[in-house]
C-alpha cells in the first residue's frame, strides 16, 4: 500500500513538473503588433503570430500602399538568449522575446539603436 502511495505522489509531481515546464515554454506564443519604420514610406503595419508548436504566421501592410506581404513558416526558439529566428522568411527575422513585447533585431541578432529604436517594438495584444 505504502509503495501504490509513493508511485501515485510521485506520478502526480511529475504531471505537476510537466505542466509548469510546458507553460514557460509557452509564454513567447500569442500576437505581436506594432509599426516600423520604412525605407521608402511613413511605414509598415507588422503582425506577427507565434504558435506554440513553433509556426508563425508574419503579415507585413505598408501604412502608404497598396502593398500587404504575408507569409508563414517555423521559427526556432533560443532559450539562453530569449530570441527567436523565423526560418523560412525572405526578411531578415530575428526578434528578441521580453514579457508582454518582442523587439526586432538587426540584420545580424542585434539589437537596434539609434533615434528610431523604439518603432521596433512589437506589442503582445
Given at each position: 500500500m505504502a509503495k501504490f502511495s509513493f508511485l501515485y505522489v510521485l506520478l502526480l509531481f511529475l504531471i505537476?513538473?510537466?505542466?509548469?515546464?510546458?507553460?514557460?515554454?509557452?509564454?513567447?506564443?500569442?500576437v505581436y503588433t506594432g509599426i516600423i519604420?520604412?525605407?521608402?514610406?511613413?511605414?509598415?503595419?507588422v503582425h506577427i503570430t507565434l504558435n506554440?508548436?513553433?509556426?508563425?504566421?508574419?503579415?507585413?501592410?505598408?501604412?502608404d500602399k497598396e502593398s500587404v506581404y504575408k507569409e508563414e513558416g517555423v521559427f526556432e526558439r533560443y532559450k539562453q538568449k530569449n530570441y527567436i529566428i523565423l526560418q523560412n522568411s525572405l526578411f531578415p527575422r530575428f526578434y528578441k522575446v521580453k514579457d508582454g513585447y518582442m523587439l526586432q533585431l538587426d540584420l545580424e541578432g542585434n539589437i537596434i539603436t539609434g533615434e528610431f529604436a523604439d518603432m521596433y517594438v512589437l506589442a503582445k495584444i
Amino acid at each position: 500500500m505504502a509503495k501504490f502511495s509513493f508511485l501515485y505522489v510521485l506520478l502526480l509531481f511529475l504531471i505537476a513538473l510537466s505542466g509548469c515546464s510546458g507553460k514557460n515554454d509557452n509564454d513567447f506564443a500569442g500576437v505581436y503588433t506594432g509599426i516600423i519604420p520604412a525605407a521608402d514610406g511613413l511605414g509598415i503595419k507588422v503582425h506577427i503570430t507565434l504558435n506554440s508548436d513553433h509556426t508563425y504566421t508574419l503579415i507585413y501592410d505598408y501604412v502608404d500602399k497598396e502593398s500587404v506581404y504575408k507569409e508563414e513558416g517555423v521559427f526556432e526558439r533560443y532559450k539562453q538568449k530569449n530570441y527567436i529566428i523565423l526560418q523560412n522568411s525572405l526578411f531578415p527575422r530575428f526578434y528578441k522575446v521580453k514579457d508582454g513585447y518582442m523587439l526586432q533585431l538587426d540584420l545580424e541578432g542585434n539589437i537596434i539603436t539609434g533615434e528610431f529604436a523604439d518603432m521596433y517594438v512589437l506589442a503582445k495584444i
